[in-house]
């Protein structure tokens, strides 16, 4: 089944520590995206890729960091995450690497931040 | 910062009535998307229309562009229950790569 794939779901975290979301997608997708959603703002792109080794900044990059090592992963990296990150999760992934094709979404992560 | 803003925020239906949202955006783009949200949960991909149309069915689905006042509008017709969902449009323009998501409207369809 085609699908992007999110861990963990859910997670409770303190200040201060490290942690990583990560982002699989089986479909040889080339573009994946993490955005996060808070009440009333709807969806800020956080980081893209437009392929292995290319990443860009999306709307709110600070305090995030990501990588893309292979097509199929896309990890969201929090080095030191703090109480303004709390927010629900997405990431998604879209074919040939163009943003304006339709982008596939995963279930989401919902983490708070103490 | 958001690109799109639908209206209404909020929207609240009986079932088989036509419901209709509208999104609004400040550049100009390359294509513009809606996507549908249940309540927690990942976006599902509805239609594309892309700049140079302004028209495009899909079921009971119809979605218009006007370019010239940046504006688009979503019409579900004969509305049912299970349309209850959050409504996003989502831009994104040919100066760049990353994609521009409004705050949604939020659909309630009563049966």
């Known amino acids: 089944e085609a699908q992007v794939t999110q861990n963990p779901r859910y997670l409770i975290t303190v200040t201060g520590k490290k942690l990583t979301v990560t982002c699989s997608q089986n479909?040889?997708?080339?573009?994946m995206s993490w955005y996060r959603q808070d009440p009333g703002l709807g969806l800020r792109q956080i980081y893209y890729?437009?392929?292995?080794?290319?990443?860009d900044k999306g709307d709110v990059p600070e305090g995030y960091k990501v990588s893309r090592k292979e097509k199929r992963n896309f990890p969201l990296i929090l080095e030191s995450p703090s109480p303004n990150q709390t927010s629900l999760y997405f990431c998604?992934?879209?074919?040939?690497?163009?943003?304006?094709?339709?982008?596939?979404f995963g279930p989401g992560t919902r983490l708070t931040v103490l | 910062s958001q690109q799109g803003e639908e209206d209404p925020q909020a929207l609240s239906i009986q079932e088989g009535e036509n419901a209709t949202m509208n999104c609004s955006y400040k550049?100009?783009?390359?294509?513009l998307q809606w996507y549908r949200q249940n309540s927690g949960r990942g976006l599902v991909h509805l239609i594309l229309?892309?700049?140079?149309?302004r028209e495009k069915h899909s079921g009971r689905l119809r979605v218009t562009l006007d370019t010239s006042k940046k504006s688009s509008s979503l019409l579900i017709t004969a509305s049912r229950a299970a349309d209850t969902a959050s409504y996003f449009c989502?831009?994104?323009?040919?100066?760049?790569?990353?994609?521009?998501f409004g705050a949604g409207t939020r659909l309630t369809v009563k049966p």
């Open positions: 998604a992934s879209s074919t040939e690497g163009r943003a304006f094709d339709e982008q596939f």
């Open positions: 479909m040889n997708h080339e573009y």
């Open positions: 890729s437009m392929n292995v080794e290319v990443t």
């Open positions: 550049t100009s783009i390359n294509n």
């Open positions: 229309i892309r700049s140079n149309e």
């Open positions: 989502a831009t994104d323009a040919w100066s760049n790569n990353d994609m521009r």
